[in-house]
């Protein structure tokens, strides 16, 4: 990953923590910062452990709120002091990951040490297809960076100018050689012949979309899906083409599953 990118990645951070100042309590807009925080953390210093540890034990020391707060007692000013104060030690953070990211780069020693390439040639970038389930998506990007890959995740990438979408996909689905689709229950639809009493949850159709994309660009070995239950534990409708066929359960065994398709792939993981 070369220094402006890394930049970028950590200034998207910034409209998300500026949507909880003065918001105390947004506990899924915060889960959404720390979530991309440790993930972009793992992204930008692969191989600067020591930035990597001390950047990722900073990002878990901020102390948001107050836990007698959660416990029953109501409101108060304190709580929302506690509250600004580490969305300010946040902010600190990400400014302190750009300055180092720069002045590395203006060292000369930024990215250095990071291989663009696996074995045999492949690329070390993998696209995560993904619907709004945002923690599915960031436990795998994060899993693939420990394994020392690069996750290709659409809405991080740069639009490249007055791109379309379609255009953007491309673009960076052109850079990958393996990829991840990820089916949550996103969606709700049924057959009109069949009746609204037939109704069951399905993936986004963007997600549907592109996972026949990857099938047919990179073949069925290069792409794996997975998928999850609903909020009632039915599992989610299936595209009838392929039932059965590349689509698995996101379940405890999913990290082991994935590196077995990867090392079948031709890839040397660590």
Do not use: C
């Not at 534990?233 to 359960?249: A, F, M, R």
């Amino acid at each position: 990953m070369n220094s402006e990118r890394a930049i970028d990645l950590l200034r998207s951070l910034i409209p998300v923590l500026d949507s909880l100042k003065g918001n105390y309590g947004e506990e899924s807009d915060r889960i959404a910062f720390q979530d991309k925080a440790e993930t972009y953390i793992h992204t930008i210093f692969p191989y600067d452990e020591n930035a990597q540890t001390r950047y990722a034990n900073k990002l878990h020391t901020i102390h948001w709120y107050s836990m007698v707060s959660i416990a029953g007692r109501g409101t108060t000013q304190s709580d929302i002091k506690i509250w600004n104060e580490a969305v300010e030690s946040a902010t600190s953070l990400v400014n302190s990951m750009i300055e180092y990211v720069q002045l590395r780069d203006e060292q000369g020693e930024f990215g250095n040490n990071d291989p663009s390439e696996t074995s045999k040639g492949k690329s070390n970038r993998v696209f995560i297809v993904h619907g709004h389930d945002e923690s599915m998506q960031q436990k795998v990007a994060l899993f693939l960076y420990k394994l020392k890959l690069e996750p290709i995740i659409l809405s991080d990438e740069a639009n490249g100018g007055f791109q379309s979408v379609m255009e953007k996909f491309e673009t960076n689905a052109g850079e990958a050689e393996f990829a991840i689709v990820l089916l949550s229950p996103d969606d709700v639809g049924y057959a009109k012949r069949d009746g609204q009493s037939s109704a069951k949850s399905r993936a986004r159709q963007n997600v549907i979309l592109e996972l026949g994309y990857f099938i047919g660009k990179l073949g069925r070995s290069n792409v794996m899906a997975f998928t999850k239950s609903d909020e009632n534990k039915q599992p989610i409708e299936q595209p009838s083409d392929i039932v059965g066929g590349v689509i698995e359960n996101f379940d405890d065994n999913w990290q082991e599953r994935i590196r077995k398709e990867l090392t079948k792939a031709g890839y040397i993981l660590s």
